[in-house]
């Protein structure tokens, strides 16, 4: 017999040989049932796999970020073996689990129209229903080759170039597909799904390759989950921050200007405006030191900073001026250090919190560009934080309280926070990575914060703390970063003077708080559905003239307004009140004032309030008031 023990420290006891499976069934039948597969003493395996020796168990269920992503790569599988049941020809090149569901790329020789992916998911209800076995086989990389080379898949045997000696295959039926797993045990577990899009996407994203067509879809274990993700894909489909772009008038992109660089037009400049001006004021009373660095540098500050070594193939080429080459800042740390070396600090000047809206320029390729929230060029709150040893675990905690002060400040109540420990490759000495991990658990628990241990998942540099939000559908966004980094104070030789009079080396935190500016405003298009909130709204009020002889005292007032820092624009059009009235609401606007003879003669205004249908007359001063209390109180519903 094997002792098998299970995350809450509970055990019992098996005959060696069992599989996971079975041990399951033996804790519960229903969760035996919800097992999609198990991790045994910290690694993931199938149902399968049998227990030869005392084990740690846990049970993978779909409630779990990896029970999800076992669940979608088992369903894209199920979809490739539909594809090639009606398509013989269909050679296969990636098809993983993401963040919501899951693709294939495929190479077919015709294009796909939405009608055909009826006929594929009813091919994968049918072999679903067929209840085939799904096993994981070990071969040679040898065999593998020559197995995938005799089946035309082409795409396989590019992949297995660079992997291992010994590959896994999972096979179901008459497919076999290259793959880690695990998987689920059998076709019939994968219950409901729905085939969503088809899109292009170059042959490991590089535009010089064929193009392929990639499916989208999502499954999930009962229809009644699938149809409450269907019906927030709808509303997602409303709240796309491009569509709202568009109609709201923020933004645009230009084919002569380039893929991935965003155009500001007014209203969406107003909304940077404001979320900028926010920020560098709150940072400034929390004794932020302001930095302004150039969008380009020598290459000899990135051979410095290791990015030309590690990260040349997210940076631009190179520019030549009088000979020399410099490339468009993919960070603004580098550029940062240099003002901070500009001049000796002592212990006293610690901490140093240097802040900096800066712009960046990344190469992202054109199939993974997505309207604000993936693109080129972007600006980032970014912010370096030089300390003492002593001072880490306080200067965490304060940027921690900083970042949930922000986050819910914009309407973001909802979070989730992950400690990234230390990676399989990495720099700094053992010592500065406990000291650093240590800091961020002590910070994470003075807040009083849950948190989930996200193993080696830190960056090669140091640990870091992830925060990811929810929006109001219930969609998580990566947004704030706090990373702990040994290898730039090191590189660039940053140093203070100790009370010693010696030469110490500061301790260098990397952190920003929304993240990039841009993509920070697409989560928040969609979080609002474009309804901003009267602070963040780009026009606040939309003054309505009921006739052409109202529109000089409109003029006047909106001047008024202006200069109480109101943002009011004026409608004189010579259309109907209710036609400018609907208008407005379109637009989405907070406050729609509509001014005729009466609100003149009795010094008001007929205020329709976003959201309410009846208008209530205020007196000028009044609204004044009203508008000034509810930006000051920052109200976000």
Not at 120 to 131: G, N, S, V, W
Not at 441 to 461: M, Q, R, T
Request: proline share 3%; hydrophobic share 35%.
């Amino acid at each position: 017999m094997i002792t098998i023990t299970l995350p809450d420290s509970s055990s019992f006891q098996v005959e060696k040989g069992t599989t996971a499976y079975d041990a399951v069934g033996s804790i519960s039948k229903g969760l035996q049932k919800a097992a999609l597969c198990v991790e045994i003493d910290g690694k993931m395996a199938d149902l399968s796999t049998a227990l030869d020796r005392d084990s740690s168990l846990k049970v993978i269920t779909f409630d779990s970020e990896r029970g999800k992503d076992v669940y979608w790569h088992s369903a894209s599988h199920l979809m490739a073996q539909a594809i090639k049941r009606l398509f013989p020809d269909a050679k296969f090149a990636i098809g993983p689990a993401i963040e919501s569901g899951f693709y294939y790329d495929i190479d077919l020789g015709k294009n796909l129209v939405p009608e055909d992916l009826d006929a594929i998911e009813a091919k994968m209800k049918a072999i679903a229903t067929e209840d085939i076995e799904i096993r994981r086989e070990e071969i040679s990389k040898e065999e593998a080759v020559k197995r995938f080379r005799e089946a035309g898949e082409i795409y396989k045997v590019e992949m297995l170039e660079s992997m291992d000696d010994t590959v896994s295959l999972y096979v179901q039926g008459e497919f076999a597909d290259l793959c880690r797993g695990p998987h689920v045990r059998r076709t019939s577990d994968l219950k409901s799904f729905k085939l969503l899009s088809i899109a292009g996407a170059y042959w490991r994203g590089d535009e010089k390759n064929k193009m392929l067509q990639r499916v989208y879809g999502i499954a999930f274990p009962s229809d009644k989950e699938l149809k409450k993700h269907l019906e927030l894909v709808e509303e997602a489909k409303k709240r796309d921050h491009r569509k709202l772009g568009k109609e709201l008038d923020l933004f645009s992109f230009s084919n002569e200007v380039g893929a991935g660089l965003p155009l500001w037009h007014p209203n969406g400049a107003v909304l940077r405006f404001i979320i900028d001006k926010f920020e560098t004021i709150e940072h400034l009373k929390r004794g932020y030191k302001l930095f302004g660095v150039p969008h380009i540098a020598r290459s000899t500050l990135y051979e410095i900073s290791g990015h030309l070594g590690f990260y040349t193939e997210n940076m631009y080429a190179p520019i030549q001026i009088d000979g020399q080459d410099y490339y468009l800042k993919p960070m603004n740390c580098p550029s940062q250090i240099q003002i901070f070396n500009s001049s000796m600090k002592s212990y006293r000047d610690l901490p140093y919190r240097a802040f900096e809206m800066g712009t960046v320029y990344r190469y992202e390729r054109s199939g993974v560009l997505h309207g604000l929230t993936r693109v080129r060029g972007f600006t980032q709150d970014d912010a370096h934080i030089f300390c003492r040893d002593d001072q880490i675990v306080d200067e965490i905690k304060e940027v921690l309280d900083f970042t949930l002060y922000m986050l819910e400040t914009f309407g973001f109540t909802e979070k989730k926070i992950y400690l990234s420990t230390r990676p399989d490759k990495s720099v700094g000495t053992d010592e500065n990575w406990e000291l650093a991990t240590s800091a961020l658990k002590s910070a994470l628990e003075k807040n009083a914060i849950d948190y989930e241990v996200d193993p080696g998942e830190g960056v090669f540099y140091g640990p870091k703390i992830d925060i990811k939000i929810k929006d109001a559908i219930g969609r998580e966004w990566q947004c704030s970063t706090i990373q702990v980094d040994f290898n730039l104070p090191e590189r660039f030789d940053v140093a203070y003077i100790g009370s010693d009079g010696q030469r110490h080396r500061p301790i260098m935190i990397h952190r920003a708080l929304l993240g990039s500016l841009e993509r920070f405003i697409g989560i928040l298009i969609e979080h609002y559905s474009g309804r901003f909130p009267l602070w963040l709204a780009p026009v606040q009020v939309v003054l309505v003239s009921v006739s052409e002889e109202e529109a000089s005292y409109v003029e006047s007032l909106k001047s008024q307004m202006l200069a109480r820092e109101i943002r009011a624009e004026s409608d004189l059009r010579a259309e109907s009140i209710g036609y400018k009235v609907r208008d407005a609401i379109t637009k989405k606007v907070p406050y729609v004032a509509v001014i005729g003879k009466k609100e003149i003669e009795e010094g008001t205004i007929s205020l329709r309030k976003r959201g309410e249908s009846k208008p209530q007359s205020l007196k000028i001063d009044e609204f004044f008031s009203t508008i000034n209390n509810e930006v000051q109180r920052k109200t976000v519903f």
